[in-house]
T-cell receptor, first 117, second 114 residues
Framework: KNQVEQSPQSLIILEGKNCTLQCNYTVSPFSNLRWYKQDTGRGPVSLTI?????NTKSNGRYTATLDADTKQSSLHITASQLSDSASYIC????????????????FGQGTILTVHP | DVKVTQSSRYLVKRTGEKVFLECVQD?????MFWYRQDPGLGLRLIYF???????EKGDIPEGYSVSREKKERFSLILESASTNQTSMYLC?????????????FGPGTRLTVT
């Protein structure tokens, strides 16, 4: 069964500090891994996407890594800001699962990040 | 910019009522999805549609139905709402030919069934 596990469940940090969120997955056949940011009361918004051959991708202060051998990904946030307070969701796509055209997505349960001033 | 809108941000319904949640996207996407999101469980796929009048069950279709009469609009129907359907409902859309499978989400509808 395809699964995505994220840790920690929640995290509290002070503004300006760095943090790293973890994602482990068992999804096959692997297509890509995406990190979404979801603000409270909003829909998720894509931050980064990585395919099998990519091991690092940056988007401003967000840097995602992927180790396809160990099936692990991390999201590193540098110099955190109050606006980084949100849920961060790891999502893994399975390639052409069941012949569908949409790519079966498996979602992690998310890490809730709170940044305090 | 892709825009996915949902008809209501908050909805309160009584047990047994028929509930309609509407979703509209403006980017001519072929694929549309309905998810529910519950604390600690992540997003779970209820139904999706890859074309007008076409639909497929997701992981948790029981108690729900859908309708797609126009390409831009995808409706989720709760035939007889129950308290265990209290949840956040998210609609999403994607391009058929996008092999990155990126889905664009609406703002969500928080449904409370009392």
């Amino acid at each position: 069964k395809n699964q995505v596990e994220q840790s920690p469940q929640s995290l509290i940090i002070l503004e300006g500090k760095n943090c790293t969120l973890q994602c482990n997955y068992t999804v096959s056949p692997f297509s890509n891994l995406r990190w979404y940011k979801q603000d409270t009361g909003r829909g998720p918004v894509s931050l980064t996407i990585m395919t099998f051959s990519e091991n690092t991708k940056s988007n401003g202060r967000y840097t995602a890594t992927l180790d396809a051998d160990t099936k692990q990904s991390s999201l590193h946030i540098t110099a955190s800001q109050l606006s980084d307070s949100a849920s961060y969701i790891c999502v893994v796509s399975a390639a052409n699962a069941g012949g569908t055209s949409y790519g079966k997505l498996t979602f992690g349960q998310g890490t809730i990040l709170t940044v305090h001033p | 910019d892709v825009k996915v809108t949902q008809s209501s941000r908050y909805l309160v319904k009584r047990t047994g009522e028929k509930v309609f949640l509407e979703c509209v996207q403006d980017m001519d996407h072929e694929n549309m999805f309905w998810y529910r999101q519950d604390p600690g469980l992540g997003l779970r796929l209820i139904y999706f549609s890859y074309d007008v009048k076409m639909k497929e069950k997701g992981d948790i279709p029981e108690g729900y139905s859908v309708s797609r009469e126009k390409k831009e609009r995808f409706s989720l129907i709760l035939e007889s709402a129950s308290t265990n359907q209290t949840s956040m409902y998210l609609c999403a859309s994607s391009l058929l030919r996008d092999r990155a499978y990126e889905q664009y989400f609406g703002p969500g509808t928080r449904l409370t069934v009392t």
